[in-house]
């Protein structure tokens, strides 16, 4: 028979412990709240106030409901209080130590039938239940910070858990309004496991100097729709919190994409922990403050005018797929001449054709007037020989990601092709240099990758080789913001931005489903509802297609030969077997 949860203990009024105590008092439970001194209770009873205040502001909660929401709510300093507990949620500071010694205290007041649960988002719910003579009544119940938006609790068993523990725990959950997911006992759980790597190889690349902070978060927000970048995100978790987890991470899986970046160590030591010093990777205006002010590292307004851009009127665009027609139509709506090259002038006409429908569509949406669509096919001209190029002041070459292809065609457009004229690749992994090194002007090549749809979507990554001059890279972050789009500045390493941070994220998740850890939905449901992302890997992996995942995957492999970047057995194995994702109408998922 199912045990009955009225009374709920919560030890730990921080932020995350106010935010469990809220979500429990609005479901109509008794709370009993336990701290370690009365500044502790204030500091809670302050996040609580503060909370429901701004909820009864904007009509999600009536001044009546707050009331009684409060009633049920007592505080103390005594862990004795929570002797009638039916569950109690520990939520202190990620310590083993702390929290094994509240394990061990709770075990001797609550009553034998009562469940103890930790919020640990990281450490061991095994070596913190083994304190206690009640381990197989002990649990994980990771709530996910804003605790109460977020749907997504993680409820996490060990090999001694009671199967009815289980059961129950997940009807509570269910109870409060949330979206339990099942777990073994490993460190990082779902979330975190997939998420802090992903957020330590950021750190990284801000350490290594190849991006700023703001275009490694700009790239990830604008390029994949993330609600955060890495860093600011960050900022957001905590610092320290965010080293403790990794470190945890790495000192149970010894993988060195887990240890944590020396960049972190030194801004904890230096206080600078994120928003709730003030300061992180970025200045904020006050302690616990989300606004951003300038700082040193400010990027400077007047640094777009520092090398003069060349003048670009005409663009040459090479290719006839989606991304090259997109291209087409990008510049064209912002009044530049584009010449369209293709094979053969029906393909050519044929990718034109194209791009009179997206128009058309946006015409129909009343996005776009008739005149102005008309306008804008009159400004592409379709072209077969290269040496209609010849009068280019910018080429953007869209054509296959083959590397032999790519260099053919810059090796033409060099014999052809002005003096001063800027030669663009919109390779998404392959090395710049490469197509750079098959002219004879490798400073005016440089890599424009653009993101799909080009009409769409606002991230452009301007990838600078070492050859590439700088008027060059002015000239390409000037194009860009011309076009309206948000330019990020990267340096030639594969995967430059978005796929060097993106696909290592996508390839741990197979690997954790590889590892039967999870079920794939699980993991999707992890990541969009604890992380708020807006999809899941394995939905984003059946889109993009797991062939080009893979062939990315390996690419970053074999650059940096990285053991954790090495692709997945189990998406080389649905490669093999023709399961490509959607396209192929099967690939994690069938889809009819």
């Given at each position: 028979m199912a045990r009955e949860i009225n009374t709920v203990g919560v030890v730990g009024f921080g932020t995350m412990g106010a935010g469990i105590v809220e979500v429990l008092a609005r479901t109509g439970l008794a709370v009993k709240v336990v701290e370690v001194d009365a500044t502790g209770i204030e500091r809670g009873l302050g996040h609580l106030e503060h909370s429901t205040s701004r909820a009864v502001r904007r009509d999600k909660l009536s001044s009546d409901e707050n009331t009684a929401l409060h009633g049920r709510i007592?505080?103390?300093?005594?862990?004795?209080?929570?002797?009638?507990c039916d569950l109690v949620i520990e939520a202190v500071p990620e310590s083993v130590e702390l929290?094994?010694?509240?394990?061990?205290?709770?075990?001797?007041?609550?009553k034998p039938e009562a469940i103890i649960a930790s919020n640990t988002s990281s450490l061991s719910i095994t070596e913190i239940g083994v304190h206690t003579k009640r381990p197989g009544k002990v649990v994980g119940l990771h709530f996910f910070n804003p605790t109460q938006v977020l749907k997504l609790v993680e409820v996490v068993r060990t090999v001694v858990t009671e199967p009815d523990v289980i059961t129950d725990v997940v009807a509570f959950t269910e109870r409060l309004g949330k979206s339990p997911v099942v777990i073994g006992d490993r460190a990082g759980f779902i979330a975190n496991a997939l998420?802090?790597?992903?957020?330590?190889?950021?750190?990284?690349?801000?350490?290594?100097?190849?991006?700023t902070r703001e275009d490694l978060d700009a790239a990830m927000r604008y390029g994949c729709g993330y609600p955060m970048g890495p860093l600011a995100l960050l900022d957001l978790i905590g610092l320290d919190t965010a080293y403790e987890i990794l470190d945890?991470?790495?000192?149970?899986?010894?993988?060195?994409?887990?240890?944590?970046?020396?960049?972190?160590?030194?801004?904890?030591?230096?206080?600078?922990?994120?928003?709730?010093?003030?300061?992180?990777f970025y200045s904020y205006d006050g302690p616990d403050s989300p606004v951003v002010v300038a700082d040193t590292q400010t990027p400077q307004s007047d640094v777009d005018g520092a090398v003069p851009a060349r003048d670009v009127q005409r663009?040459?665009?090479?290719?006839?797929?989606?991304?090259?027609?997109?291209?087409?139509?990008?510049?064209?709506?912002?009044?530049?001449?584009?010449?369209?090259?293709?094979?053969?002038?029906?393909k050519a006409e044929k990718a034109i054709g194209a791009v009179r429908k997206s128009l058309d569509r946006a015409v129909?949406?009343?996005?776009?007037?008739?005149?102005?669509?008309?306008?804008?096919?009159?400004?592409?001209?379709?072209?077969?020989?290269?040496?209609?190029?010849?009068?280019?002041?910018?080429?953007?070459e869209a054509v296959a990601e083959e590397i032999g292809i790519k260099k053919e065609v810059f090796a033409a457009l060099d014999e052809v092709c002005k003096p001063g004229a800027v030669l663009a690749t919109t390779t998404s992994s392959l090395p710049v240099i490469e197509v750079a090194a098959a002219t004879s002007r490798p400073a005016d090549v440089v890599g424009l990758h653009f993101f799909n749809p080009a009409q769409i979507m606002k991230l452009v990554e301007i990838v600078e080789t070492i050859s590439t001059g700088a008027d060059v890279v002015a000239t390409a972050r000037k194009i860009c913001l011309d076009l309206g789009k948000h330019p990020v500045h990267c340096g030639d390493v594969a995967g430059f931005i978005v796929n060097a941070l993106l696909f290592p994220y996508l390839n741990d998740a197979v690997k954790m489903l590889e590892a039967h850890y999870a079920e794939a939905d699980d993991i999707d449901n992890a990541m969009k509802v604890g992380c708020g992302l807006p999809m899941g890997p394995f939905s984003l992996l059946d889109v993009v297609g797991l062939d080009v995942s893979l062939a990315i995957q390996r690419t970053l492999y074999l650059e940096f030969r990285e053991p954790g970047f090495a692709p997945a057995p189990l998406l080389e194995h649905l490669v093999t077997a023709g399961r490509l994702g959607r396209k192929t109408g099967k690939g994690f998922r069938d889809y009819t």
């Open positions: 007592t505080t103390s300093l005594d862990l004795n209080d929570l002797a009638d929290k094994a010694r509240i394990f061990c205290a709770l075990d001797e007041i609550l998420l802090f790597p992903y957020l330590n190889h950021a750190v990284k690349m801000l350490e290594s100097k190849y991006a945890t991470m790495y000192h149970q899986s010894r993988n060195r994409l887990h240890a944590p970046a020396p960049l972190l160590k030194q801004m904890i030591t230096a206080n600078l922990l994120g928003r709730k010093t003030g300061r992180g663009v040459g665009v090479i290719g006839t797929g989606t991304m090259a027609t997109g291209i087409a139509e990008v510049f064209a709506k912002r009044g530049y001449d584009v010449v369209l090259r293709a094979r053969s002038l029906e129909s949406k009343g996005k776009l007037a008739e005149a102005d669509r008309d306008a804008t096919l009159a400004r592409i001209l379709p072209a077969v020989e290269f040496v209609e190029l010849a009068d280019c002041d910018l080429v953007v």
